[in-house]
């Protein structure tokens, strides 16, 4: 069964004897302490690491959710064999958006001059804030593959893959870049060709 959120799907974590969470209540730091820290436990036992206590954030950090194909199968609701099948049925077939007036997320509201983005727990890994030439130096938030699908055609027929970061900009403000455009297409259709046949 698909876990509903984040809490559930760390419960979920946490009951499969085949995987591990590993929780750092001591305090770290958001900058090169926290990256450092979590990328040392990837290369080991590679564990969902939780922070509880981030200095200079209110916030706790959860890091490493989908660092395995066992957690990705965990939070798809998909078998582990079939993770990819899965979730390129995912892509090809969203879920409808349902929009709702009241839900947990609409719980706390930030707006106005109360927006500050330094409050959340920003990481800057050991090669130093993000440095790609079309964000410029910031903090990076996160960087993700985005796959997308004209109207009207189909998954294989006409996809375009591109790799995007979002870097934080100052208080107030953050970038959105297309690093490479089509740099996945030349490095992961292969890959992607063969998951769907």
Not at 58 to 66: A, D, I, K, R
Not at 157 to 173: D, F, H, N
């Amino acid at each position: 069964m698909k876990p509903k959120d984040l809490r559930n799907f760390l419960a979920s974590v946490a009951a499969d004897p085949q995987l591990k969470i590993e929780e750092i209540n001591r305090p770290v730091h958001k900058d090169y302490e926290l990256s450092a820290i979590a990328k040392h436990a990837e290369a080991s036992s590679n564990p969902v690491m939780i922070f509880r206590s981030v200095i200079g954030s209110e916030m706790p950090v959860v890091s490493g959710l989908y660092a395995c194909r066992r957690r990705v199968a965990l939070a798809l609701g998909a078998a582990t064999e079939n993770v990819i099948k899965h979730y390129l049925n995912c892509l090809a077939n969203p879920v409808p958006t349902v929009e709702v007036e009241e839900a947990p997320v609409k719980e706390v509201r930030i707006s106005g001059d109360d927006i500050d983005l330094n409050r959340l727990p920003v990481l800057t890994n050991e090669n130093g804030r993000f440095s790609h030439r079309s964000c410029g130096f910031r903090p990076l938030i996160t960087v993700w593959l985005q796959v997308r699908v004209r109207p009207g055609t189909s998954l294989r027929s006409r996809r375009e893959q591109g790799c995007r970061a979002e870097a934080q900009g100052g208080r107030r403000r953050a970038a959105m870049r297309e690093l490479v455009p089509g740099i996945t297409n030349r490095y992961c259709s292969p890959s992607f060709e063969a998951a769907t046949s």
